[in-house]
Each structure stands twice: as structure tokens, then as C-alpha cells.
């Protein structure tokens, strides 16, 4: 999404003494991914992160160029504008989820290294601490965010994820250093208690595929021996397309249940694709996608699966991933 600077603000870029773009402008404006990165990660949202750095970008050109010049680090000011409309923005999304029809899944990202894009600096003082930006877009991850307060989620992320002080997340939070810490103490609980032992890449790679081998072939019993017995499927339709509004337990019933979905949807093609930085699914029914799969394997089975089929989440996925 191209970000669209309000009436005036072509004036703004330019300087009045000299015809060419004003180099701090261009600056600003190179501040986009990193604010998209923070605000996907508050809000679970590619589409919420658009709109939150689009606003973001209006109150900065809606400043007189003396109040833009008064600020000394434009990028901290982006960035606490960004963080304190996502902080409001997540104070509402329980209302909002409870309206929601069926389950409510993170919107799924086509691509990954547009995500690599952290903020350097605030060295931790723990480094085990630590959550790798790579981590932190994974659907797992993601989930466990959900489960945290606003102010959880709002400092755990500008503190592990990004690398900002506490003093800095207290000036965004509205909350002091000592209790921003304690609310990202808090996360990292949560985060914790939610890990499996995992699996490495390559053999997470390997029982993706041949779950939609054996997906592809029907094969129930092959399907039920990838499925931990205890595993769970959510599925994300919004209400807009059929779909399960509850989550379906147990290994076997998911392996019937998928190969039932095969049988009777005709012109099925499943394709292994990156969704949100692991191996996933996209499943296309003549070309369009109409189901984004992500999984969470512990060991030699899958123990997780969120398959979003709502169609407004999967706008991004129109064209397709690049091969």
C-alpha cells in the first residue's frame, strides 16, 4: 500500500530554498517499513498496520515545518505516534473480536524478507531474552500476542521484539520504566509457557510436505500418523465463505475432515509456500486463493493448524506469492 501524504504535503517535501526533495522528508518517508513491522506485530493485521501508518504519516504532514523541525528524532516521533494509535486501536479489538463471526485468526503474510527489518540498538540485558524478528512473525507467535493485554503486547514487543529501552517503551505506554518492565516480564511468561519443544526448519519443511502429499492423495492414514493426537484446527472464514466456526480437536477427525474437503471441492491445487517466516499451504481453487495455512509442529507431528479463509485476509495473496 502506498502511502498517501495529505493535500500540501508535495510542499512539505520540497525545501523552500532549493527546487529538489528535501533529504529529511525522504527520510521520514523511508521510516514506512519499519513502522509497518511494529504495527503488524501490535495488531495482528496487515491491512489494521496500513491504515495505522497512513494515519501515522497525516499527523506528521498536518505539522507546520517549524513543528517538524522542532522534533529531533522524527523516526522516535513516528514511532510513538504509530505504537499510541495501535495501543488505542488494541484496547478495542476484544469488543471488536467478540462480533466476530467464527474464529478469529492473524492475517497471513505473503512474503518474509519484506518483514527482516528491525530496529537496530538497545542492547538487551539478557540476551536469551530475546525474540528474533524472524520469530516473531510466525503464527504461533502471533496467537500468543492475542492473549495478551494491550499494554502486554505494547511494551513485550518494543522491548524484546524491536530492542527499545524501558524508558523509551514508558514514554509510549504512558506508564513507568519499572512497570513497563514488568509488563514485558509479564509476555515473555506467556510466550514461554506457550513453547513446544520445535522442530528444526528442515524437518518442519518435510512434514508440511508430506501432509499435502498425503493430503493430496487422500491418504487418512497417513495424515493421522503427521497429526498429534491432541491436534487442533482454527479456522478464519469471517462469516464470508463456508468454513467450520469452531476449532476441530483430535488427529483423526482432522485427517476425514481434510480428505472430505479434497472429495468434494474439485479444481483444488495446493501449493508449498512461506506463510508468515515457516513452511505453509496455499491452497487455490482455479487460480485464486482461497485458503492460507499455517502450522505449528512439535517434533515429528503437527500439532496446530490456522487455516484463514476469509477473503479480506487474504487480499495480499491475490497475485500469489513470488516463486
Request: with cysteine.
Amino acid at each position: 500500500m502506498k502511502v498517501v501524504a495529505p493535500r500540501g504535503a508535495d510542499d512539505v517535501m520540497t525545501s523552500p530554498s532549493e527546487s529538489g526533495p528535501d533529504p529529511r522528508q525522504i527520510a521520514i518517508m523511508g521510516e514506512r517499513g519499519q513502522l509497518i513491522n511494529l504495527a503488524y506485530r501490535f495488531l495482528g493485521s496487515l491491512a489494521e498496520a496500513e491504515d495505522v501508518v497512513q494515519e501515522t504519516y497525516a499527523r506528521w504532514f498536518a505539522l507546520s515545518r517549524r513543528q517538524q523541525e522542532a522534533i529531533e528524532s522524527p523516526g522516535g516521533w513516528l514511532t510513538k505516534v504509530a505504537s499510541r494509535i495501535c495501543l488505542d486501536l488494541l484496547g478495542s479489538a476484544r469488543a471488536r473480536r467478540e462480533r466476530y463471526v467464527g474464529e478469529w485468526v492473524p492475517e497471513p503474510l505473503p512474503e518474509r524478507t519484506e518483514w527482516i527489518d528491525g530496529r537496530p540498538g538497545g542492547a538487551a540485558a539478557d540476551p536469551a531474552d530475546r525474540v528474533t524478528l524472524d520469530e516473531s512473525i510466525n503464527m504461533a507467535f502471533l496467537v500468543v500476542l492475542e492473549s495478551m493485554t494491550p499494554a502486554e503486547r505494547v511494551a513485550f514487543i518494543l522491548h524484546d521484539v524491536f530492542r527499545y529501552s524501558f524508558a523509551e517503551v514508558a514514554e509510549i505506554v504512558g506508564r513507568t520504566p519499572v512497570a513497563c518492565r514488568q509488563l514485558a516480564s509479564s509476555g515473555r511468561r506467556r510466550v514461554r509457557a506457550s513453547r513446544a519443544p520445535a522442530a528444526s526448519a528442515a524437518r518442519r519443511a518435510g512434514i508440511v510436505r508430506d501432509f499435502k502429499q498425503a493430503w493430496e492423495a487422500k491418504d487418512i492414514e497417513a495424515l493421522i500418523g503427521l497429526l498429534d493426537p491432541g491436534a487442533t484446527v482454527i479456522t478464519d472464514s469471517g462469516g464470508l465463505v463456508d468454513a467450520l466456526l469452531h476449532p476441530i480437536e483430535g488427529g483423526e477427525r482432522i485427517a476425514r475432515y481434510a480428505v472430505e474437503i479434497v472429495g468434494g471441492t474439485p479444481g483444488l491445487t495446493i501449493l508449498e509456500r512461506t506463510v508468515n517466516g515457516q513452511p505453509g499451504l496455499v491452497v487455490q481453487q482455479s487460480g485464486v486463493t482461497v485458503t492460507v495455512m499455517a502450522f505449528d509442529v512439535a517434533g515429528d507431528r503437527i500439532t496446530r493448524v490456522w487455516a484463514v479463509r476469509n477473503p479480506d485476509k487474504l487480499r495480499p495473496w491475490a497475485v500469489g506469492p513470488r516463486q
